[in-house]
């Protein structure tokens, strides 16, 4: 089809500005007078005018026809268009009388969405009226061709018609030498050279001529598979190519496609000025929010600073809490109860590590408890700040998207929870009762030793007694009180060993378990401004929606600039 580059740069122009409108829509841009859509859809849908003159029979409507490979005319020997007929694109076939001279005809063919067509009765024709209502096309028109039988060319008719054009509108004039297939190449070359002549003494301009067979053009294009050969024989191909330049460069359509093609450039800086000003805003958000996550980072490097002074408190506690499981361990360690446990079983460095390691956790977790409680009201005061902040910077109401106070609250209790643990393991890994372990189980040997001589010697004086034998009994009963009071003896003198060894024990570990109790604070306190940080879940999502709608903008912003660049270059 003729003029596709023409056609190509229209379309996307339109396209362009039907994005524009889009991306404005989304971005908020108000562009509001700079498309005038109404004016852009009927300046760029206004199809190109040909306005087809010539003689009776001259051979009109076939040229149409061969031009657009449709029949689209009827063509007979006898003349058959006996009005001015506008040929126009209609999504049904039908004829509108306009006047008794002029008629519309709508027909849903695709061409002619893109170039409307005048065919005329004939510049000879005994039509009343048809030459004024021609002449009423002529202005408008964008191309004019007059078209010359090949067996007469020099109508006077047709070249009357001819020098009443305007010296204005003769470069949209061409001229049609038609039915060529009826002459010989040579006849073909003397008759142009004859209408360049008569052109110049008429008109005084050469406008272009071309020599075709609007009959072969005709067969070509409808033969099946295309006779290119015949198409090339009918002339029509130079005259095609005409055409789609004369589209291509006409004035008047590449200046209104620059018109549009400035107002969208315009609008699209207009676009551009709001996605930047979005950017900007997403930036400083970001900015806003790596500010209150610095802010939380501060929060807890204060609390963690402030521990060294808690250390002292819990050590002392500690150190407490070891001198009461050491008494309780002296008592335990009674020459009586332990010998009664080497009956039943000794289960005292077990039961002595459970008691220190639960008075241990008890007095963590009141401590853990109380600086919980002081985290939370530092996080929950930020937050009543941070409320107001995040609602002018950002637009996001934080009351709603988060409950603070049940995250505080959780966050409090897990403080607690792992502290009073982590001191837990801790206790475990100071490895006391191993040792404590073994210095009883030795002990209970050397218990167990003088228990069984005690036992063996009454026994052994007993019977002795029952014998009647004089004397003995007495050297026996003896010898195990003997035995007795060195056992109540081994008893007394380990247990303040033994209690002495394990409280200093104890108390040589207070270091290392504060320590680690130092690293699990910092654990648990970053665990707990995790969570408050995690509170700005809702802030982080819409920061994230926002620029994840923004790239796609700023993509599609780049696209319409580089393809309106391409147009600018075209036009």
Same mark, same amino acid.
């Given at each position: 089809?003729?003029?596709?580059?023409?056609?190509?740069?229209?379309?996307?122009?339109?396209?362009?500005?039907?994005?524009?409108?889009?991306?404005?829509?989304?971005?908020?841009?108000?562009?509001?007078?700079?498309?005038?859509?109404?004016?852009?859809?009927?300046?760029?849908?206004?199809?190109?005018?040909?306005?087809?003159?010539?003689?009776?029979?001259?051979?009109?409507?076939?040229?149409?026809?061969?031009?657009?490979?449709?029949?689209?005319? +009827?063509?007979?020997?006898?003349?058959?268009?006996?009005?001015?007929?506008?040929? &126009?694109?209609?999504?049904?076939? $039908?004829?509108?009388?306009?006047?008794?001279?002029?008629?519309? &005809?709508?027909?849903?063919?695709?061409?002619?969405?893109?170039?409307?067509?005048?065919?005329?009765?004939?510049?000879?024709?005994?039509?009343?009226?048809?030459?004024?209502?021609?002449?009423?096309?002529?202005?408008?028109?964008?191309?004019?061709?007059? @078209?010359?039988?090949?067996? *007469?060319?020099?109508?006077?008719?047709?070249?009357?018609?001819?020098?009443?054009?305007?010296?204005?509108?003769?470069? &949209?004039?061409?001229?049609?030498?038609?039915?060529?297939?009826?002459?010989?190449?040579?006849?073909?070359?003397?008759? #142009?050279?004859?209408?360049?002549?008569?052109?110049?003494?008429?008109?005084?301009?050469?406008?272009?001529?071309?020599?075709?067979?609007?009959?072969?053009?005709?067969? /070509?294009?409808?033969?099946?598979?295309?006779?290119?050969?015949?198409?090339?024989?009918?002339?029509?191909?130079?005259?095609?190519?005409?055409?789609?330049?004369? @589209?291509?460069?006409?004035?008047?359509?590449?200046? #209104?496609?620059?018109?549009?093609?400035?107002?969208?450039?315009? /609008?699209?800086?207009?676009?551009?000025?709001?996605?930047?000003? %979005?950017?900007?805003? #997403?930036?400083?958000?970001?900015?806003?929010?790596?500010?209150?996550?610095?802010?939380?980072?501060?929060?807890?490097?204060?609390?963690?600073?402030?521990?060294?002074?808690?250390?002292?408190?819990?050590?002392?506690?500690?150190?407490?809490?070891?001198?009461?499981?050491?008494?309780?361990?002296?008592?335990?360690?009674?020459?009586?109860?332990?010998?009664?446990?080497?009956?039943?079983?000794? $289960?005292?460095?077990?039961?002595?590590?459970?008691?220190?390691?639960?008075?241990?956790?008890?007095?963590?977790?009141?401590?853990?408890?109380?600086?919980?409680?002081?985290?939370?009201?530092?996080?929950?005061?930020?937050?009543?700040?941070?409320?107001?902040?995040?609602?002018?910077?950002?637009?996001?109401?934080?009351?709603?998207?988060?409950?603070?106070?049940?995250?505080?609250?959780? /966050? +409090?209790?897990?403080?607690?929870?792992?502290?009073?643990? *982590?001191?837990?393991?801790?206790?475990?890994?100071?490895?006391?009762?191993?040792?404590?372990?073994?210095?009883?189980?030795?002990?209970?040997?050397?218990?167990?030793?003088?228990?069984?001589?005690?036992?063996?010697?009454?026994?052994?004086?007993?019977?002795?007694?029952?014998?009647?034998?004089?004397?003995?009994?007495?050297?026996?009963?003896?010898?195990?009180?003997?035995?007795?009071?060195?056992?109540?003896?081994? /008893?007394?003198?380990?247990?303040?060993?033994?209690?002495?060894?394990?409280?200093?024990?104890?108390?040589?570990?207070?270091?290392?378990?504060?320590?680690?109790?130092?690293?699990?604070?910092?654990?648990?306190?970053?665990?707990?401004? %995790?969570?408050?940080?995690?509170?700005?879940?809702?802030? $982080?999502?819409?920061?994230?929606?926002?620029?994840?709608?923004?790239?796609? &903008?700023?993509?599609?912003?780049?696209?319409?600039?580089?393809?309106?660049?391409?147009?600018?270059?075209?036009?």
């Amino acid at each position: 089809m003729f003029g596709e580059r023409y056609f190509a740069t229209r379309e996307r122009l339109s396209g362009v500005m039907t994005g524009i409108s889009a991306l404005a829509g989304e971005t908020g841009a108000d562009i509001t007078g700079k498309l005038p859509f109404e004016e852009i859809e009927k300046g760029l849908g206004n199809p190109f005018l040909f306005v087809i003159c010539g003689e009776v029979n001259a051979g009109k409507s076939t040229l149409i026809n061969g031009l657009f490979g449709q029949d689209l005319c +009827k063509v007979n020997v006898l003349p058959e268009t006996h009005r001015v007929t506008w040929y &126009r694109h209609g999504p049904v076939a $039908r004829d509108v009388e306009i006047t008794p001279v002029l008629e519309e &005809r709508y027909r849903p063919v695709g061409f002619l969405k893109d170039f409307s067509l005048v065919d005329t009765p004939g510049t000879n024709s005994v039509v009343k009226d048809h030459q004024q209502i021609t002449e009423r096309f002529l202005p408008a028109a964008d191309l004019i061709l007059f @078209v010359f039988p090949v067996t *007469n060319p020099w109508g006077a008719a047709t070249w009357d018609f001819v020098s009443k054009i305007p010296e204005g509108g003769l470069n &949209r004039v061409a001229f049609i030498i038609q039915q060529k297939d009826q002459r010989e190449p040579t006849d073909i070359s003397v008759i #142009l050279g004859h209408m360049r002549d008569l052109s110049m003494k008429r008109i005084g301009h050469v406008p272009p001529i071309f020599a075709v067979s609007g009959k072969l053009a005709c067969e /070509a294009k409808k033969t099946a598979p295309f006779s290119r050969s015949q198409l090339e024989k009918s002339g029509f191909p130079e005259l095609e190519d005409f055409i789609s330049r004369q @589209v291509c460069g006409s004035p008047e359509r590449r200046a #209104l496609l620059e018109t549009w093609r400035s107002q969208a450039s315009s /609008a699209l800086r207009t676009v551009e000025d709001c996605i930047e000003g %979005q950017t900007r805003t #997403l930036d400083d958000q970001d900015r806003f929010l790596h500010q209150i996550e610095r802010e939380i980072d501060a929060m807890r490097e204060r609390f963690v600073a402030r521990l060294s002074r808690h250390l002292p408190g819990v050590a002392e506690v500690f150190q407490t809490e070891a001198v009461w499981v050491s008494n309780v361990l002296s008592s335990r360690l009674g020459a009586a109860r332990s010998t009664f446990r080497l009956f039943t079983g000794d $289960r005292t460095g077990q039961e002595m590590e459970s008691l220190f390691i639960e008075r241990l956790q008890a007095a963590i977790e009141a401590v853990a408890e109380a600086d919980g409680m002081e985290v939370a009201e530092a996080c929950r005061h930020h937050w009543g700040e941070l409320r107001e902040r995040v609602k002018a910077s950002m637009g996001v109401d934080l009351d709603g998207s988060h409950p603070i106070e049940e995250t505080l609250s959780v /966050a +409090k209790q897990r403080f607690v929870n792992r502290l009073g643990r *982590n001191a837990q393991q801790s206790i475990g890994n100071l490895k006391v009762r191993n040792q404590l372990d073994k210095v009883l189980r030795r002990r209970n040997v050397a218990l167990k030793s003088f228990t069984f001589m005690t036992l063996a010697l009454v026994t052994v004086a007993g019977t002795l007694g029952a014998l009647s034998v004089p004397w003995l009994p007495f050297i026996f009963c003896g010898a195990a009180f003997l035995f007795l009071a060195g056992g109540f003896f081994t /008893a007394w003198a380990t247990r303040k060993r033994i209690v002495l060894e394990f409280r200093d024990r104890l108390l040589d570990t207070c270091g290392a378990f504060a320590t680690t109790l130092r690293n699990d604070y910092e654990e648990a306190l970053r665990a707990v401004f %995790q969570d408050y940080g995690d509170s700005l879940t809702a802030v $982080r999502k819409h920061l994230a929606k926002e620029k994840q709608a923004v790239e796609p &903008r700023l993509k599609q912003w780049k696209e319409l600039f580089l393809t309106l660049k391409a147009i600018e270059q075209e036009l």
